[in-house]
Structure formats: structure tokens, C-alpha cells
């Protein structure tokens, strides 16, 4: 669901910053998520498409591989104008289930360097 790698290199030894980072993400992320339905419910295909544009680089940095992969899938069917309200609802609950991953993982990486 994540990509450990991503997350190791982006934090450099300093996971407190991607942290951080991760946490004004996730903060924004399930903000936009929210605003989607509504949007998809009055055909604003290109808009949505738009906003999950961003969403998908964003959460590919941040190393949130599964979410990014759902989100372009989509982004794609916005594109085609082919997109559902209730997608939104599982990229949501990816959401979720990534970022605890990813936070999970960016802990563990600061105990390391901690010497816990």
C-alpha cells in the first residue's frame, strides 16, 4: 500500500519532516475527497479530474502507492467522464488505511534514529 522507499528517502533521516508533511496531506486530501462527490454528482468531470491530478502527484511523493494508483485510475475515468460519486468512498478509506501505514512506518524510522 505504501512505498517504504519513497518514504525512507524523502525523510533523510529527519521522518519528523515528512511527518509533518504527511499529516497536512492527509488534512487536505480527505477535505478535496469530501468536495468530490458533490462535483461528480454535477458532471464537473474536468474539475474533479483536476483536483485528483494533484492529489495523485502529491500522494506519490509522499510515497502512498496504492491511493496514488486509485486516484489516477479515477482521474482517468473523469477524463472519459465515466466517474461515480461512490468511488470517492474507497479512495477515502485507501486514504486512510495508507497514511496510518505511512505514519506507522515514519515512526519506526524516528525511533531508529532516535536509538529506541
Same mark, same amino acid.
Given at each position: 500500500?505504501?512505498?517504504?522507499?519513497?518514504?525512507?528517502?524523502?525523510?533523510?533521516? &529527519?521522518?519528523?519532516?515528512?511527518?509533518?508533511?504527511?499529516?497536512?496531506?492527509?488534512?487536505?486530501?480527505?477535505?478535496?475527497?469530501?468536495?468530490?462527490?458533490?462535483?461528480l454528482a454535477? $458532471?464537473?468531470?474536468?474539475?474533479?479530474?483536476?483536483?485528483?491530478?494533484?492529489?495523485?502527484?502529491? $500522494?506519490?511523493?509522499?510515497g502512498l $502507492?496504492?491511493?496514488?494508483?486509485?486516484?489516477?485510475?479515477?482521474? $482517468?475515468?473523469?477524463?472519459?467522464?465515466? &466517474?461515480?460519486?461512490?468511488?470517492?468512498?474507497?479512495?477515502?478509506?485507501?486514504?486512510?488505511?495508507s497514511g496510518?501505514?505511512?505514519?506507522?512506518?515514519?515512526?519506526?524510522?524516528?525511533?531508529?534514529?532516535?536509538?529506541?
Amino acid at each position: 500500500m505504501i512505498d517504504t522507499h519513497q518514504l525512507k528517502a524523502l525523510s533523510g533521516g &529527519a521522518p519528523e519532516m515528512v511527518l509533518e508533511i504527511l499529516a497536512d496531506f492527509l488534512e487536505e486530501a480527505i477535505e478535496r475527497l469530501g468536495d468530490l462527490p458533490s462535483l461528480l454528482a454535477e $458532471s464537473r468531470h474536468v474539475e474533479v479530474a483536476g483536483l485528483l491530478h494533484k492529489l495523485a502527484g502529491s $500522494s506519490g511523493t509522499l510515497g502512498l $502507492s496504492r491511493f496514488c494508483e486509485e486516484v489516477r485510475r479515477l482521474e $482517468s475515468e473523469c477524463e472519459a467522464g465515466l &466517474a461515480r460519486p461512490d468511488a470517492v468512498r474507497t479512495l477515502r478509506e485507501l486514504l486512510e488505511q495508507s497514511g496510518e501505514q505511512a505514519r506507522f512506518f515514519l515512526e519506526g524510522e524516528r525511533s531508529v534514529g532516535d536509538g529506541a
